[in-house]
């Protein structure tokens, strides 16, 4: 079974740019969550996706939004670059919502500058 | 503000010894904990999940303790081997609309290094 794959694995834009990352869950997985993860703030949740349905958000700025597709497919989108968006961005999924297992992805690293 | 602190910061342990990795949290309403290992560029890797009643929980050579009450959380490896030197991030889940995936807070990580 193909774990979760994240596209693309790396990525280098410059201030200003819009960027769109996209994450594929396990098979069968409805449920996918992003997060940031910085050196100096760590993990940070940014949203959860289940059934094409935003369930929740972190604290983070508009400019952060993102969708999830009838085959839960999910991507999200970072508008307006700043240098301070260069992380990790890893993507989890999970069968529901329920008290499970998340399975992340190996993520995308962006850098902006 | 909930929040979840970890200590030490790093450790660094010979191959076969044993060690535990803190974590103390302050985040209500409290759902689970969970202790992840993440490898260097790679995403994290679930080792355990413990709710509100689970007082241990064990995954091979990891064993994780939960203390409610004092909000306490160990992760204890046994006979440590290479392959554990890796960043261990401690979450604790609040509760958001019937999930914990909503309300997690992280750790900063115990960054662990094995050297033999």
């Known amino acids: 079974k193909a774990g979760v794959t994240q596209t693309p694995r790396y990525l280098i834009k410059t201030r200003g740019q819009q960027v769109t990352l996209s994450c594929s869950p396990i098979?069968?997985?409805?449920?996918v969550s992003w997060y940031q993860q910085t050196p100096g703030q760590g993990l940070q949740f940014l949203f959860e996706y289940f059934s094409e349905t935003q369930r929740n958000k972190g604290n983070f700025p508009g400019r952060f939004s993102g969708r999830q597709f009838s085959n839960s497919r999910s991507e999200m989108n970072v508008s307006t670059l700043e240098l301070g968006d260069s992380a990790l961005y890893l993507c989890?999924?999970?069968?529901?919502?329920?008290?499970?297992?998340?399975?992340f992805g190996p993520g995308t690293r962006l850098l902006v500058l | 503000k909930n929040q979840v602190e970890q200590s030490p910061q790093s450790l660094i342990i010979l191959e076969g010894k044993n060690c535990t990795l803190q974590?103390?949290?302050?985040?209500?309403?409290?759902?689970?904990l969970r202790w992840y290992k993440q490898d260097t560029g790679r995403g994290p890797v679930s080792l355990t999940i413990?709710?509100?009643?689970?007082n241990t929980k064990s995954n091979g050579r990891y064993t994780a303790t939960l203390d409610a009450d004092t909000k306490q959380s160990s992760l204890h490896i046994t006979a440590s081997q290479l392959s554990d030197s890796a960043s261990y991030i401690c979450?604790?889940?609040?509760?958001?609309?019937?999930?914990?995936?909503?309300?997690?807070?992280f750790g900063q990580g115990t960054i662990l290094t094995v050297h033999p």
């Open positions: 098979s069968g997985h409805r449920s």
């Open positions: 974590c103390n949290y302050t985040v209500s309403p409290f759902s689970n």
């Open positions: 413990m709710t509100f009643s689970e």
């Open positions: 979450v604790v889940g609040g509760n958001a609309g019937g999930t914990s995936y909503g309300k997690l807070t």
């Open positions: 989890a999924s999970s069968l529901t919502r329920t008290e499970e297992t998340q399975y």
